[in-house]
């Protein structure tokens, strides 16, 4: 548990599952909610494989991305500053689609937004041990 955990200035691992847990059955959160974080790290410019595996989706599917851009998430109208403790994986990142074989996520420029929460539970892909193909 991270210091800032400690002081209750961001949520635990446990307070953020029961957060996510609370979304309703099928939905994206509640799927993330039953798994652990694999990467602690800032993910931007990381080639991360998304967790789309049954029971998320009908099948399992490949989608590999970079994340781009971080984006805040916004605060409720009349609320200055987000409420201790603090999300521990909040907002989300415009990524990079440069491996799919879903069919609604081409790669080649295809763009799309992902929260933070599933970037933070999905693999991250590391290339240096793959060989270079000419």
């Known amino acids: 548990m991270s210091f800032l955990s400690r002081i209750g200035f961001i949520e635990t691992e446990e307070q953020e599952r029961a957060r996510l847990a609370q979304a309703p059955d099928g939905s994206t959160n509640h799927y993330l909610s039953t798994l ?3 990467i602690e790290e800032w993910p931007k410019d990381l080639l991360v494989e998304l967790p789309w595996e049954p029971p998320r989706t009908d099948q399992p599917y490949r989608v ?3 994340p781009i851009e971080f984006r805040k998430d916004a ?4 609320v200055k500053e987000e409420p201790l403790p603090r999300k521990r994986h909040s907002g989300s990142w415009t990524c990079a689609v ?4 879903h069919p609604s996520y ?3 420029g295809y763009r799309i937004v992902v929260p933070a929460a599933e970037l933070a539970r999905g693999r991250r892909i590391d290339l ?3 060989p270079a193909q000419v």
């Open 128 to 130: 240096a041990g793959v």
């Open 64 to 66: 590999v991305v970079v």
């Open 98 to 101: 440069v491996y799919s074989n």
């Open 75 to 78: 605060l409720p109208e009349g």
């Open 106 to 108: 081409p790669v080649g």
């Open 36 to 38: 652990p974080v694999t």
